[in-house]
């Protein structure tokens, strides 16, 4: 994240990607702006060579004379909201239409939570099909059925994406050789036993003269824990239940999931604050509390990127 001196995030007016690069096969790359196919010969640049790019009018400075060149590079005129090709200074159109800045914006916050970069560069198929189907360009171009079934593969791939983050899957050492889908259900009966651990402490708590805060403050981890099982057991139903699943239905199920997280987590963070100011935080919990807070930090994090991710796409629908 790019911040001014003033810790504002910086606007963005270049990025390393476009949704008109198309490769067919190792050697063949193409332009499809304007609804063309232009064969092209990309090269890779490093972005901090555009940095002083701000303005439209200093486009001509980093214009190619020569009409095949590319540098996989967009200027997002921030001013007037349209983007532009720097190699070619070309307004980008696609489907006939212009490509906003509004649209890239939003399709930056998509494809960078989902794809990878490949040498620094965003997925130009990835900002392509975003823009061809939840995009304004998108408009007439897709029956409301084709809009559906690519929701509920957008839906499917950032859920498992995010479920095996959680559930530490992509840091598994590959000799276990265990499938995701064998994976997911054996993490969630180790959430079922730490939410089994939380209550017993709960438990033996209510014989103790502790702070309430104290009380609430495990039983708010151990309804984290819980939110984390029922996200992930949603997660396992999707592959199943694709024939019947309703995209917006569960898109909107998944939206609630992860902005109840985030507001437990908020809870946990005030009932923290409130005992250490208290000095009511006995020792042994603090330390006991020390793994579910730090995993409360990695899990926030998710939930908070996958919710602005969900909610761009429930606007969109």
């Not at 532009?84 to 159109?93: A, D, E, L, T």
């Not at 494809?111 to 490949?118: H, P």
């Not at 502790?210 to 396992?236: C, K, M, N």
Request: glycine fraction near 4%; charge should be negative; charged fraction near 25%.
């Amino acid at each position: 994240m790019n911040l001014d001196s003033a810790g504002l995030i910086k606007p963005t007016y270049v990025v390393h990607g476009c949704p008109c690069y198309k490769e067919f096969g190792k050697t063949e790359k193409v332009c499809l702006n304007n609804d063309s196919v232009l064969p092209i010969r990309a090269i890779l640049i490093d972005p901090s060579f555009f940095n002083s790019l701000q303005l439209k009018s200093d486009l001509e400075e980093f214009e190619s004379n020569i009409e095949t060149m590319c540098y996989l590079v967009m200027f997002l005129d921030r001013d007037k909201g349209y983007c532009y090709c720097v190699s070619q200074n070309q307004r980008i159109r696609i489907h006939n239409q212009d490509v906003k800045v509004s649209e890239i914006d939003s399709a930056l916050q998509f494809v960078t939570s989902l794809e990878k970069s490949r040498q620094g560069v965003l997925c130009s198929d990835c900002l392509y099909k975003y823009i061809r189907t939840l995009g304004e360009s998108s408009e007439g171009f897709l029956t409301n059925d084709e809009r559906n079934e690519i929701i509920v593969s957008y839906v499917r791939k950032i859920a498992n994406t995010m479920a095996m983050q959680l559930s530490g899957y992509e840091d598994l050492d590959e000799s276990i050789g265990r499938d995701f889908r064998e994976h997911l259900p054996i993490y969630i009966e180790e959430i079922k036993k730490s939410c089994a651990q939380l209550t017993s402490i709960i438990r033996n708590l209510k014989k103790t003269d502790v702070d309430t805060d104290l009380i609430q403050l495990i039983d708010a981890y151990g309804t984290l824990s819980r939110l984390e099982s029922v996200f992930l057991f949603q997660v396992q139903t999707l592959d199943n239940e694709s024939e019947k699943m309703n995209p917006l239905d569960t898109l909107q199920f998944m939206v609630n999931i992860s902005e109840k997280v985030m507001s437990i987590n908020d809870e946990i963070r005030d009932r923290t604050h409130n005992l250490m100011e208290k000095d009511a935080f006995p020792d042994n919990i603090q330390e006991m509390l020390t793994m579910y807070s730090q995993k409360m930090k990695t899990t926030e994090f998710k939930f908070r990127n996958l919710v602005s991710v969900l909610n761009e796409i429930d606007s969109q629908t």
